[in-house]
Each structure stands twice: as structure tokens, then as C-alpha cells.
């Protein structure tokens, strides 16, 4: 087996900056989708409603963190505010503030990963992020999205973020003025937790 420390650190691995309507949902481009390192194991909720295109997303391999303890893991939204504004003002950088619409949106999409045990920017009706925060009542002319799955602390995340050339860039946008942040835990998963952030500035 893998070392569950050296895999969790390739889950969080691209970020999707979107500060435009983003191409259509049928096209496919590699800085979607979420890098695994390891072999994947073969899809096993195959449904007639997974609407996610193909090769979008990537799985776990079975058993990949079971030794790792979650029985701590929790989100405290404020405290994920802290962190990110402390890494962005280290940058010169203005802070961000919570936003309930951008903070459903994050989890909307942690559901989903949750409900299938993968990561991708894309969810299983097919949405990327800019459909999401609409969706969510966000009128956003910036929106971009992390996405991390099978770490056990904020901190950890934001270390696998900060490593990540795409989720960098999106937690130092310049132009960004509020997120919102979710963590969704499922034990009966291989990922096992399932973490988004979204950061925005609306219209």
C-alpha cells in the first residue's frame, strides 16, 4: 500500500480559476481535474443520473487511508477564514470574508464528492464552479473553487494548497473578496473527507 501521507498530499493538486463564463461542460481540460498519482480503482456507483464527464474525476485506491484517524477531524469555518487571510496578507494581499451563498456552494459540491467518493471540480449533474455559485444566488464576475479530499485538519489542506501551483494562485487572487468553506465526512468512503473552498467577488 501506498503511504497514506504521500497520497493525500497528490488529492489536493489543481484549482480552477474561473473569472469568465467557462467553456462549455462537454469540453474536457486537464487543469480540471484533480491529480492521483496512484492507480484508481474502477467506478462503483455507476448511475443513470452521474452526469460527469468523462475523465474529469479521479477515485481512491481501496484502502489508501484507512490507517489514517479522522475521529478529530471538524471544520471551523472561522478558523479556515483566519488561516487563509493570514497566508494572503503574508502576500500583501486583502482579506476575505465569509459569504453564505459561496459557503452553499462549497457544500453542494463536498456533498457530491461525498455521494460518490471521487474528486473533480465537475459534479455529477454535470455543473463546473461557475454553475454552482450561480446556482447558489452568487453573482460573481471572479469565482474560482479547491477542492481536497482524505486529510484530517485545516491545516493540513492549506499545506497540500499552498504545494499546488493552481490552488496557490486561487487562494492569492488578487481580485477575490469572500469565500465560504466546507468539509462533509463520510467513513464509509475511501477518501473519506471531502473539502472545497470557493473564493468570489460579485458583480
Avoid at 93 to 109: D, F, I, Q, S, Y
Wanted: hydrophobic residues 35%; charged residues 25%; positive net charge.
Amino acid at each position: 500500500m501506498a503511504n497514506s501521507t504521500a497520497l493525500t498530499a497528490g488529492f489536493a493538486n489543481s484549482g480552477q480559476p474561473t473569472t469568465t463564463a467557462p467553456p462549455s461542460r462537454s469540453s474536457s481540460r486537464g487543469d480540471q481535474v484533480a491529480s492521483l498519482e496512484t492507480p484508481v480503482r474502477p467506478q462503483r456507483n455507476a448511475k443513470a443520473d452521474d452526469n460527469i464527464p468523462k475523465g474529469t474525476f479521479e477515485r481512491a485506491p481501496v484502502g489508501a487511508l484507512a490507517d489514517r484517524d479522522y475521529s478529530h477531524t471538524q471544520l471551523d469555518a472561522d478558523k479556515a477564514r483566519e488561516l487563509i487571510n493570514a497566508y494572503r496578507k503574508q502576500k500583501g494581499l486583502k482579506p476575505l470574508r465569509l459569504n453564505p451563498a459561496l459557503t452553499e456552494a462549497a457544500k453542494a459540491h463536498s456533498r457530491d464528492l461525498a455521494k460518490w467518493d471521487r474528486i473533480s471540480h465537475y459534479g455529477s449533474d454535470g455543473s463546473n464552479p461557475w454553475d454552482r455559485v450561480k446556482r447558489a444566488g452568487y453573482n460573481a464576475k471572479l469565482a474560482a473553487e479547491n477542492v481536497g479530499t482524505g486529510q484530517t485538519t485545516i491545516e493540513e489542506v492549506m499545506k497540500g494548497w499552498q504545494a499546488s501551483t493552481g490552488h496557490n494562485k486561487n487562494l492569492l487572487l488578487s481580485d477575490a473578496q469572500e469565500m465560504g468553506i466546507a468539509l462533509v465526512q463520510d467513513p464509509r468512503t475511501e477518501f473519506k473527507t471531502f473539502w472545497t473552498l470557493v473564493v468570489g467577488s460579485s458583480l
